[in-house]
């Protein structure tokens, strides 16, 4: 098993082990609550009735499944989940655990982020993408019509929990979705080599962690160099959104990065050779790279980007040695560069 502490404004660790052997320790050691609730999802449910549920036999353990997908990232299912905890007479000393990817750890963490004003929130990441990013920093959030993540906290949770068994069960397409974000890592770290891209491993997985915690702990609300943890994912909102997210996230950051390696050629007048290496990269795990929509379509839905600071958006673009800087960029300056 490998542990990671992260000194947040709220330290807590991160573990990553094989099975579920340790969960009910940890957690019974760094959780004190009488009820649970887990949220998960339909593609999870399964999962988490012979795993989590048979571990908390000692406590009053409640479900909430949503359907899998970044659409129930929304409102309405917050608001649902908040009236159950309610009706449940859930308290400030309990505890809501999140058993998903992505979308149920931002759901859920900002849930007991905002209800009763906090409680206890145990993030348990089933799938590589959650496992590398999403699970780590203490964001949560939902979507509205207009944008992703409009409306969410920093909320640091008690636990984070990775099963690394469960890389196993993800169909191609997931393990996928995960490398988008680990190859945005290699660009933010001189940590993570070529060969450590080859397959998921624990080594990989623990790297691309400890890059977090190092970002997180340095920027925790994300007012200056956290924003690097943004590369690629400026363009990759813009698409899922135009996509109505059936473009996944990890995916659309892949594609975000290259669009920012084209910006950053022009922008740091990155040589052939230099562009060649970064592509090299990018495209090492066959990741489609074009994009189904225009650049006037995608200009126009950066509008509603949280980076979008009125006058400017933040951009995150690799100087000529590779490596990501923050550069404010006026809607002119983008449609010239992009």
Known sequence: MSEIKINASKPYNVYIEKDFSLFKEIFYKTVSCDKVLVVTDDNCVKFYKHKIKDLLTEKTVYEYVIKAGEDSKNSQNYLEILSFLARNDFTRKDCVIAFGGGVVGDLAGFVASTYMRGIAFVNVATTLLSAVDSSVGGKTAIDLPYGKNLVGTFYQPSLVYINLGFFKTLPQKEISNGFGEIIKYYFLTDDISEDDLATVSENLIYKCVNVKRQIVEQDEKESGVRKLLNLGHTVAHA?????????????????????????????????????????????CKGHDLTIPFSKEEIIKNLVNDKKNNGKTISFILLNKRLKPEIIDLTFDKIKELY
């Open 239 to 283: 698409i899922e959104k135009l996509s109505n997210f059936t473009i996944p996230h990890g995916e659309a950051v892949v594609k975000g990065l290259n669009e920012a390696l084209i910006m950053s050629q022009k922008y740091f007048s990155l040589t052939d050779l230099t562009v060649e290496k970064a592509k090299k990269i990018i495209s």
